[in-house]
């Protein structure tokens, strides 16, 4: 038997004996928001002048969105968000049972904080068209919609 089939079965003997543990209940309730978000766009420098992060001239428009079955948060974000503000967002947001979902319903390059953009490298740089700022109105729209989906109890 080779590896990857002797990990698969492992792994899914495993997945069956905890099934069998589960508790459930007899009542289950499911809710679902989304809400669409704009990211300003970096500016593209003419041939005279030198790129500058913090000038935009256009808006990437995309949604982000929270399932919430029973206690648990899967909350869906567009693009690769940076592990500072995935961390951020589930720091601020205080729930046990958050799960965050990145490139979820789009591909709108890499999503950075601020600091990113001043320490450089390929992530804020050519990895994304995102303005300087992008992680910071990530974090924030996120917290909005996972306060929304909590006090809708």
Do not use: W
Not at 98 to 122: K, P, W
């Amino acid at each position: 038997m080779k590896p990857r089939q002797e990990i698969g079965k492992a792994l899914g003997g495993e997945a069956l004996r905890r099934l069998q543990l589960v508790t459930t209940t007899g009542s289950a309730t499911l809710k679902a928001l989304k809400r669409e978000i704009k990211f300003p766009t970096k500016k593209a420098p003419s041939p005279n002048e030198t790129a500058d992060d913090n000038k935009t001239i256009d808006y990437v428009t995309t949604e982000i969105q929270v399932l919430r079955p029973g206690d648990i948060y899967i909350l869906g974000l567009p693009g690769e968000i940076l592990v500072e503000v995935g961390i951020e967002i589930k720091t601020r947001a205080g729930l046990e049972n958050l799960f965050i979902v990145t490139l979820s319903n789009d591909t709108i390059g890499y999503v950075c904080h601020s600091r990113a953009y001043e320490e450089g490298g390929y992530e804020p740089g050519p990895g994304t068209n995102l303005a300087k700022g992008a992680g910071e109105i990530m974090i924030k729209e996120a917290l909005d919609i996972l306060s929304q989906i909590k006090q809708n109890e």
